[in-house]
């Protein structure tokens, strides 16, 4: 009988052992849960850059969270991601962004009429929340180009992003029609073999 009581005992223990680690995982996404629930890093709607991807939270329980990807794919990540790894929101304070668009032009473009054509852009634009109209050189590159950021400001994600699309594809023609020669060009240095006979 005592050995039977000793190996029922072993047995259990064992049992509990594997149950333990078992529902260790299970234990942790729930805790997460509750920690998400109180300190609220990510609430319904709000937009967030999860594993590369852009996305809205579509739902959030104790255990998953479902974010609706803008190709209207939907990524479910267990909830303790949000607590061990990081993650961009875009909108956890307030939706407004800014949104920048870079062209890579030649040094002779003008500057100042770029200015004065993104400020006529924005000012005809709905998508526009009339914060943040903005034109800089921000970078010069070894193969003779310039970098061109226009930075501008939407009231959220969305309008942001169309915001950028619509100031892009229209500088761009505004360059071709009015300064075609200072769209990029590629340099190449030839010497003449010739030239020292």
Same mark, same amino acid.
């Given at each position: 009988?005592?050995?039977?009581?000793?190996?029922?005992?072993?047995?259990?223990?064992?049992?509990?052992?594997?149950?333990?680690?078992?529902?260790?995982?299970?234990?942790?996404?729930?805790?997460?849960?509750?920690?998400?629930?109180?300190?609220?890093?990510?609430?319904?709607?709000?937009?967030?850059?999860?594993?590369?991807?852009?996305?809205?939270?579509?739902?959030?329980?104790?255990?998953?969270?479902?974010?609706?990807?803008?190709?209207?794919?939907?990524?479910?990540?267990?909830?303790?991601?949000?607590?061990?790894?990081?993650?961009?929101?875009?909108?956890?304070?307030?939706? %407004? @962004?800014?949104?920048? +668009?870079?062209?890579? $032009?030649?040094?002779? #473009?003008?500057?100042?009429?770029?200015?004065?054509?993104?400020?006529?852009?924005?000012?005809?634009?709905?998508?526009?929340?009339?914060?943040?109209?903005?034109?800089?050189?921000?970078?010069?590159?070894?193969?003779?180009?310039?970098?061109?950021?226009?930075?501008?400001?939407?009231?959220?994600?969305?309008?942001?992003? %169309? @915001?950028?699309?619509? +100031?892009?594809?229209? $500088?761009?023609?505004? #360059?071709?029609?009015?300064?075609?020669?200072?769209?990029?060009?590629?340099?190449?240095?030839?010497?003449?073999?010739?030239?020292?006979?």
């Amino acid at each position: 009988m005592r050995k039977i009581g000793a190996g029922l005992l072993t047995g259990v223990g064992i049992g509990g052992i594997i149950i333990g680690f078992a529902a260790q995982k299970s234990l942790g996404n729930l805790l997460a849960g509750f920690q998400i629930a109180f300190t609220q890093p990510i609430r319904i709607d709000d937009v967030l850059i999860v594993e590369g991807e852009w996305g809205r939270v579509e739902e959030i329980t104790l255990t998953y969270v479902v974010v609706s990807i803008w190709d209207q794919r939907r990524l479910i990540l267990p909830i303790t991601y949000f607590i061990e790894k990081p993650f961009q929101n875009w909108t956890r304070v307030s939706a %407004d @962004l800014l949104g920048t +668009v870079f062209l890579y $032009m030649d040094y002779t #473009i003008p500057i100042e009429p770029l200015r004065q054509e993104l400020t006529r852009l924005l000012t005809t634009n709905p998508l526009w929340d009339k914060r943040v109209n903005v034109v800089q050189v921000t970078d010069t590159n070894k193969d003779g180009s310039i970098e061109i950021r226009f930075l501008m400001s939407a009231s959220n994600s969305s309008r942001a992003f %169309d @915001l950028r699309c619509n +100031v892009r594809e229209a $500088m761009i023609t505004f #360059i071709q029609n009015n300064y075609p020669e200072s769209l990029p060009k590629t340099r190449l240095e030839h010497k003449d073999k010739f030239a020292n006979l």
